[in-house]
């Protein structure tokens, strides 16, 4: 159990997560929609409202940290507070007094007079190159020596950044290390993390530092109500009320932003933000393309407005956050009785963070549902059973929903989205919304080699899930045999590359993952891989593989290349089988299905040899993403890539799989002159034929996007039959008649597998759902709907629409038996001691929304979702949080666990 005082600072810091309040019931909630519906059309990422310290609306990404840009001043400000009560600071001591200089030009004689007051009051008159200075201060910047300091307001950078050595020379404290210990802390705040969340930045302009802040945007509209507050929080003074006052009066005249103090813009006369007047003592701290932090101490108002920086474009500007203010503020339908903050007594200390009550419990066993409540403290579950008098921080109403495990990805793309600098990809939106809370990443035998240094990374930056890692085989290949790699491994090749996979697995990697359809894995052979799932067994590890077929072939396979002998996935299925039985490691056919019409119907001769190795005692399982259409971004290409090599006719070894565009190129004219030869349109016909085959038939390929009107929607056997044509001649019409710089000419999806084999895959105790997906936000382009949809298609379609299995073994096979196959030992179900990774989600609504024509639409009725005890997805509105880790393997074996079909063993 967490100490007191933690539970304490917990429970303010929770205060503002309250949705129910006096404040609330005060605003118009149709006017507040209004303001939400604006923002919606504007680059705003997150809103938080609060009055008399309660939490009015909320919305967008409220969980994520953002670079505060210049609001960072207004940080510092508030921290050189207490320290100028204490006489440590003397706001009229002088750069010279103080021993400040700058790099060349240095500093004059004149420009040492300026006060710490002045460099405060951006009124210096040092107009030297700063860090951080935008375009439009650099433009402004009056040249050396033109006022006299304190003469001239001029807001820049190196008065700021100066401040910032001058605090840390006269306190002997870090910046950071202050702002975490007097101000975050006491605070609670929910989301900053120094290590991640702060940085100094050096350059050759100046040598006093940037200092840039990362905070989410409910942790800084808590520092609003500090300092409404005026300064004190919780019994404690944080901020001097008196330096609250001094800092947020107007010192200069700023124009139609109405005045300037310490650090902060001051409503003067009504005037601060364009569209919108103020009451007097109204003030702002303001950052880089549009965010702000609105005090309206007269109405005892915070408004906090966040801006995603970190993409590329995105900028709110004044008179557009000044029009959703004045919509935030025309919803106040009354006003509050403004009482003093100071006099609110400390809050009980309550037993638990958070308590789910009343909901239908569905804890991942496969055993039938039960009504209890569900108590978390910090990430555990704390107790399972009837909670109806204890308190909690947060009390979550879960009436005529299902509280369940989170849902375990057993294969995702998402490695690279959680390393990217957009807390918003890293946070995974597509992924969170459907219930995912852990993804094994590093799949297909790609990833890095470096296993150490990807989790650190994910790590230090911060991620939105549970991340548990694999090595990729191909990886691994690449590494030892460099270029050479179409061809068999050497027996001391493999022995090296079992060398490299012991390393990674002693640092606690989950397994390894192998891609044997891609490059450089199609060349392996079953020896190499018996190898290395020995090698994986020694750390009772896992063994993922991506077959070397789906079908009848391979999908690098072309008739006019390549010999008809070729393995299948009936093929590949004993070869798994055989690596399991010589080795007993845990296998895994991942994503598994029967693609190409040629090998529809085959599930149930794959069923019944899996079926039969998992009597036998073998460690074998699969899994499956529930859609009957492949490919990530369903923009696949009917013709050969050797059609569009350099030189027409010259083959490639590895096929094109996108459409990607590339304006530079004609591939129309490269398939024209193909056409030309009749022996090579001999080929081509061969070529296509198959691949039409493959992707299910020209009436499952679905046109999606092309330059001839009325075509979308239309399939390729439709689109044929209007030009009374072969399908294989429909396919070159859409190349020379669409689009001539991108492949095929057209967007097409193919739905190449058959709804029968999808669901008999499904209906198996053994087989794990997966997304195969990565990280995508909405403006991306097309992704395969399962990027936003498997898990609730799962048990929308299968187990509640087609009754395929119960809602309970939907959820076993998403949570407890991914957990089993992995060895996670307290993950994947609903019970005491086990990480809070939790789904509440509603049975009547629950359902994926994504489709061919839409794919960014996020599921429904999926309410809560909680990562290691933060929730991230609140009334079905992504928070955007960054709580998720990467987890090592347990050092301790994992418990074996029997093979029963009826799938109930537990971990």
């Known amino acids: 159990m967490m100490n007191c005082l933690s539970r304490m600072l917990a429970l303010w810091a929770l205060l503002f997560l309250v949705t129910a309040s006096s404040a609330a019931d005060q605003w118009s909630i149709e006017r507040l929609a209004e303001a939400k519906d604006y923002s919606q059309t504007i680059d705003t990422a997150a809103v938080v409202i609060l009055q008399d310290g309660k939490l009015v609306d909320q919305w967008g990404a409220v969980a994520m940290p953002l670079n505060c840009h210049s ?22 001591e002088t750069l010279g007094d103080l021993g400040i200089d700058d790099n060349e030009p240095p500093l004059t004689e004149i420009e040492k007079t300026a006060t710490v007051r002045d460099l ?42 100066t401040l910032g050595t001058i605090f840390r020379q006269q306190t002997g404290r870090d910046l950071f290390d202050e702002f975490n210990s007097r101000i975050a802390e006491p605070l609670g705040m929910l989301d900053f993390r120094p290590g991640r969340d702060t940085e100094y930045v ?10 840039p802040f990362q905070l989410s945007a409910r942790d800084l509209a808590r520092f609003g109500q500090l300092m409404l507050q005026n300064g004190r929080w919780n019994g404690q003074q944080l901020v001097p009320e008196t330096w609250v006052r001094e800092s947020t009066q107007s010192y200069s005249d700023a124009g139609k932003s109405g005045g300037y103090g310490y650090m902060w813009w001051v409503a003067v006369d009504g005037e601060h933000l364009p569209g919108v007047t103020l009451p007097a003592g109204s003030y702002s701290g303001r950052g880089y393309r549009g965010h702000y932090l609105v005090i309206i101490p007269e109405w005892n108002l915070v408004v906090c407005h966040r801006v995603n920086t970190h993409q590329s474009g995105t900028v709110v500007s004044s008179s557009q956050f000044g029009k959703l203010l004045s919509l935030i503020l025309a919803a106040r339908t009354g006003t509050t009785e403004i009482a003093s903050n100071d006099s609110k007594e400390l ?19 496969g055993r039938n549902r ?8 910090a990430d555990r579950i704390a107790e399972i059973g009837d909670l109806s008098d204890a308190t909690a921080d947060r009390i979550i109403d879960a009436t005529g929903q299902i509280v369940c495990p989170g849902f375990i990805d057993l294969h995702s793309h998402a490695e690279e989205g959680l390393v990217h600098r ?17 993804v094994v990443v590093n799949q297909d035998g790609d990833g890095p080699l470096d296993m150490k240094s990807q989790r650190e990374s994910m790590q230090q930056s911060g991620i939105g899930l549970n991340v548990v890692q694999a090595l990729g085989h191909g990886t691994l290949r690449r590494k030892v045999l460099g270029d050479d790699y179409q061809r068999p491994a050497s027996p001391e090749e493999i022995e090296t590359m079992q060398g490299l996979l012991r390393s990674a697995l002693k640092e606690r990697v989950f397994g390894m993952s192998a891609g044997l359809e891609y490059v450089p894995g199609r060349w392996s052979t ?65 994503h598994i299905k029967a693609r190409g019409t040629d090998f529809w119907g085959s599930s149930e001769t794959i069923n019944s040899m899996i079926r039969k190795a998992r009597e036998e005692g073998l460690p074998l399982f699969a899994d499956q993403y529930p859609y009957n259409t492949s490919g990530s971004d369903g923009r696949i290409v009917l013709i050969p890539d050797w059609v569009f090599a350099k030189e027409a006719g010259e083959r490639d070894e590895q096929r094109e799989e996108s459409d990607n565009a590339d304006s530079k190129r004609d591939f129309a004219k490269q398939l024209e002159s193909v056409l030309q030869d009749e022996q090579l349109t001999s080929h081509l016909r061969k070529d296509v034929e198959y691949e039409i085959t493959r992707r299910g ?5 679905l046109i999606i996007q092309s330059n001839e009107a009325g075509i979308a929607g239309k399939t390729l056997g439709e689109y044929a039959e209007m030009h009374q044509e072969e399908p294989v001649d429909a396919v070159f019409r859409l190349q020379l008649m669409g689009d001539r710089h991108r492949r095929g000419g057209a967007q097409l999806r193919a739905f190449s597998m058959d709804e029968a084999d999808v669901e008999a895959f499904a209906a198996t105790a053994w087989t794990a759902t997966s997304s195969d997906a990565g990280i995508a936000l909405p403006h991306d382009g097309p992704v395969h709907p399962r990027f936003y949809g498997a898990f609730p298609r799962k048990i929308r379609h299968y187990a509640i629409d087609r009754g395929l299995m119960s809602v309970e073994e939907a959820v076993r096979v998403s949570t407890s038996l991914p957990a089993m196959i992995l060895g996670l030992i307290d993950r994947g179900e609903l019970k005491t001691g086990f990480v809070a990774d939790l789904v509440v989600f509603d049975p009547e609504t629950v359902r994926d929304r994504s489709d061919a024509f839409h794919p960014h639409r996020f599921a429904e009725g999926i309410s809560y979702v909680l990562i290691n005890g933060s929730l991230s997805v609140d009334h079905q509105q992504w928070y955007g949080n960054l709580s998720g880790q990467v987890i090592l393997k347990s050092q301790r074996d994992p418990v074996k666990h029997p093979n029963s079909d009826d799938g109930n063993t537990q971990p």
Request: net charge neutral; glycine share 6%.
């Open 71 to 92: 609001i960072r001043k207004s940080l510092l400000s508030a921290m050189f507070g207490q320290h100028v009560q204490d006489g440590i600071v003397d706001l009229d």
């Open 120 to 161: 405060l009051m951006a009124r210096s008159g040092v107009y030297h190159p700063a860090l951080y200075e935008t375009a439009s201060m650099a433009a402004k910047r009056p040249k050396r020596g033109t006022h006299a300091p304190g003469t001239f307001w001029y807001y820049n950078n190196w008065d700021f950044n």
């Open 202 to 211: 050096s350059g050759k302009d100046s040598i006093h530092r940037a200092y």
């Open 347 to 365: 809050p009980k200390a309550s037993e638990y963070s958070i308590i789910i009550r009343n909901g239908e419990i569905i804890d991942g066993t």
């Open 370 to 377: 039960f009504s209890a409540d569900v108590g978390i403290v």
């Open 422 to 438: 957009d807390p918003a990809r890293r946070s995974a939106p597509n992924l969170i919304t459907q219930g995912i809370t852990t």
């Open 526 to 590: 079953a020896r190499e891989m018996h190898s290395l799932a020995q090698t994986i067994k020694e750390f009772d590890g896992v063994y993922i593989v991506h077959e070397r077929s789906s079908g009848t072939r391979p999908m690098w396979f072309l008739p006019s290349r390549d010999s008809h002998e070729q393995p299948s996935m009936v093929d590949n299925i004993r070869e798994l089988i055989a690596v399991a039985a010589d080795t007993r490691v845990t296998t895994v056919a991942t």
């Open 697 to 701: 038939g020209a009436e499952k390929i």
